[in-house]
């Protein structure tokens, strides 16, 4: 559901399908590590969007000229099929490169080949308690990235 | 890296449970206020004459402004800290203590023949009322910004001018309760600028810290 939506608003920003992807990523991880800015007393989905804007605002800036696509572009872009899996979040693998040695075959191994904590603590000899600290700490340090990145 | 793939590792960290930002924020706050409440029991401490001073309408007025600021700040840095702020509505609450400056302003002056507003606005201790203002909100100021930047804030300056507003409101209440100038024209002229000025910085400091 979330998908569909941040798809649909995104979408009509003139943002190609890799762009959307990449502000998606990058809104989901601020969904998940800003989750204790959630009062649930309050109703969820205004919150949920303001992230999703606030990371979209944050990318166009980021990317200043590219934001304005020649309409050729954008017909080109929309001519084209649904994203590939290569294609898919272009700037996340940069991110990804960024992460320091163990923190990268961590997220690499999770992520990518979907082992759990304890499998990935058996693999590197940590305890699934270490595992899950580096992760969050990888977690963030993605955020940050993301964030930093001039594109 | 596919979204999928990000969900993988999303899903393999959410067993850990955040702190809330209520928490955050009474932990800045109490740690914050514990420094600036030791700070000034060690350099100022409250004036001899306090139990007196506390039967007169300008100190209690004096005190229930300062801790009206504070009080209102308190809640605007925990909606600020937000990424749904209403900041319209953080707007209004942070001219409450303002407004009620004005009204005891406007009492004085009615009460008071004029020849005596103008002492009682320069009052006697002017600078030290800025110098220690400003000084005692070093500490909750920096408590508080480093727990915002658990936040996701809407708009990161004026996050941080809540959280000024608020580390000022505590250092005013300190202060207030040593300060002998009891006049409402005195915390109009020298305690809304030394806590406009804490503001100030921390806007400028939350505009840099708290962007996220």
């Not at chain 1, 700037?91 to 040695?101: C, F, Q, S, V, Y």
């Not at chain 1, 690499?108 to 000899?125: C, D, M, N, Q, T």
């Not at chain 2, 937000?82 to 001219?95: E, F, I, N, S, Y």
């Amino acid at each position: 559901m979330l998908r569909g939506v941040i798809n649909r608003g995104f979408a009509r920003y003139g943002l190609g399908s890799e762009e959307v992807e990449d502000v998606m990523q990058e809104t989901l991880l601020a969904l998940h590590l800003k989750r204790h800015t959630w009062d649930d007393r309050r109703p969820f989905f205004p919150w949920v969007q303001s992230i999703a804007q606030n990371k979209l605002v944050d990318n166009l800036r980021r990317r200043g000229h590219r934001a304005q696509i020649p309409l050729d572009d954008v017909s080109q872009t929309l001519a084209a099929d649904a994203p590939s899996a290569e294609m898919n979040g272009v700037d996340a693998e940069r991110m990804i490169a960024r992460l320091k040695g163990r923190q990268r075959d961590i997220v690499v191994a999770i992520s990518i080949e979907g082992a759990s904590a304890r499998e990935v603590g058996e693999r590197f000899g940590m305890t699934e308690g270490a595992v899950r600290v580096a992760l969050h700490r990888a977690l963030h340090s993605l955020a940050k990235a993301f964030r930093a990145d001039p594109a | 890296m596919k979204t999928e793939d990000l969900i993988n590792a999303i899903v393999q960290d959410s067993a850990s449970r955040p702190i809330s930002m209520a928490a955050r924020l009474s932990a800045a706050l109490l740690l914050g206020g514990i420094a600036a409440g030791t700070l000034f029991m060690s350099v100022l401490g409250v004036r001899p004459d306090i139990i007196q001073a506390l039967q007169t309408w300008r100190f209690d007025i004096k005190v229930a402004t300062t801790l009206v600021c504070f009080g209102v700040a308190l809640w605007a840095t925990y909606e600020l800290a937000r990424p749904d702020a209403d900041t319209r509505r953080a707007l209004l609450v942070l001219a409450l203590p303002l407004a009620l400056l004005g009204v005891t302003v406007a009492c004085e002056v009615i009460v008071s023949p004029p020849d005596v507003w103008m002492g009682r606005a320069i009052g006697t201790n002017s600078r030290l009322c800025l110098a220690s203002i400003t000084t005692l909100s070093i500490a909750p100021l920096g408590a508080l910004l480093f727990a915002m930047r658990a936040g996701a804030a809407r708009s990161p300056a004026f996050a941080g001018a809540a959280a000024g507003l608020l580390a000022g409101g505590l250092a005013a209440t300190l202060y207030a309760t040593h300060c002998v100038d009891d006049s409402p024209l005195f915390v109009a002229l020298w305690y809304i600028p030394a806590i406009a000025l804490v503001a100030l910085v921390a806007a400028a400091a939350g505009s840099r810290l708290l962007r996220w």
